[in-house]
T-cell receptor, first 117, second 118 residues
Framework: SQTIHQWPATLVQPVGSPLSLECTVEGTSNPNLYWYRQAAGRGLQLLFYSVGIGQISSEVPQNLSASRPQDRQFILSSKKLLLSDSGFYLC????????????????FGSGTQLSVL | AQKVTQAQTEISVVEKEDVTLDCVYETRDTTYYLFWYKQPPSGELVFLIRRNSFDEQNEISGRYSWNFQKSTSSFNFTITASQVVDSAVYFC???????????????FGTGTLLAVQP
C-alpha cells in the first residue's frame, strides 16, 4: 500500500534562517506531488506541484522553492524565512495522469507546523 | 475563475444532532470534480468523497450524505446523528478536469470547524 511521510512534524525557526521540509512517498511510482500551505484560520493554498523528477510548477510567487531530486521525494525550501512563512505545510500525492484525467483524489501527509519567530 | 466558499466558519452541535456543512463553488468549466476532506486535530487531511460534475446523484455512506445541486452550484455535506469523533475541520474542494497531461490541483474552501459536544 502507498504511504506518505512528511517531517518534521513541528519546526520553530528564526526569521532569516533557511528551511528544508521533506516529503517522501512509498508504494507508488511517478506520483504527482504537491505542497500546500494552511495559514491560521484560512483554507489550503497550493504552493507547488510536480509531475516528475526536476519538474516543478509554482502556483504563487513567494519566498519558497521546491525541488524533486528523486521520483518519490519532494522538498520545500527557503533561503531566508519570513514571518509570513509561518503556517501548516502539507505534502500530498496523487496517481499520475493516465490519458483522460479523472482528477484522482489527493493523499495528504501529516503536515509540518512551522513557526517563524 | 475557480472558487470555493464555505460560509460557515464554525458549527457547534450536541451529539446525535444532524448537521449540514455548506459548500458553494464557482467554475466556468463544464467538467469538474468536487471533494470533501476531513481534518481531525492531528492535522492530516482525510479524503471523504469525490464527485464529478456529470453525476448529480446524492450519495450516502453510513452517517454521511452529500447533496450535489448543479443548479445552485452547491455540494453540501450532512452528518446524521453526529458523534464526538466527527469533530474536525471539514474542507470542500474543487478541481477542473485537466487535459493533455497535468495534475489534479485542488482549490479548497476555508473550511468549517465542526465541534460536536457530548
Amino acid at each position: 500500500s502507498q504511504t506518505i511521510h512528511q517531517w518534521p512534524a513541528t519546526l520553530v525557526q528564526p526569521v532569516g534562517s533557511p528551511l528544508s521540509l521533506e516529503c517522501t512517498v512509498e508504494g507508488t511510482s511517478n506520483p504527482n506531488l504537491y505542497w500546500y500551505r494552511q495559514a491560521a484560520g484560512r483554507g489550503l493554498q497550493l504552493l507547488f506541484y510536480s509531475v516528475g523528477i526536476g519538474q516543478i510548477s509554482s502556483e504563487v510567487p513567494q519566498n519558497l522553492s521546491a525541488s524533486r531530486p528523486q521520483d518519490r521525494q519532494f522538498i520545500l525550501s527557503s533561503k531566508k524565512l519570513l514571518l509570513s512563512d509561518s503556517g501548516f505545510y502539507l505534502c500530498a500525492w496523487s496517481v499520475p495522469y493516465g490519458g483522460f484525467s479523472t482528477n484522482e483524489k489527493l493523499f495528504f501527509g501529516s503536515g509540518t507546523q512551522l513557526s517563524v519567530l | 475563475a475557480q472558487k470555493v466558499t464555505q460560509a460557515q466558519t464554525e458549527i457547534s452541535v450536541v451529539e446525535k444532532e444532524d448537521v449540514t456543512l455548506d459548500c458553494v463553488y464557482e467554475t466556468r468549466d463544464t467538467t469538474y470534480y468536487l471533494f470533501w476532506y476531513k481534518q481531525p486535530p492531528s492535522g492530516e487531511l482525510v479524503f471523504l468523497i469525490r464527485r464529478n460534475s456529470f453525476d448529480e446523484q446524492n450519495e450516502i455512506s453510513g452517517r454521511y450524505s452529500w447533496n450535489f445541486q448543479k443548479s445552485t452550484s452547491s455540494f453540501n455535506f450532512t452528518i446524521t446523528a453526529s458523534q464526538v469523533v466527527d469533530s474536525a475541520v471539514y474542507f470542500c474542494a474543487l478541481s477542473e478536469a485537466q487535459y493533455g497531461g497535468a495534475t489534479n490541483k485542488l482549490i479548497f474552501g476555508t473550511g468549517t470547524l465542526l465541534a460536536v459536544q457530548p
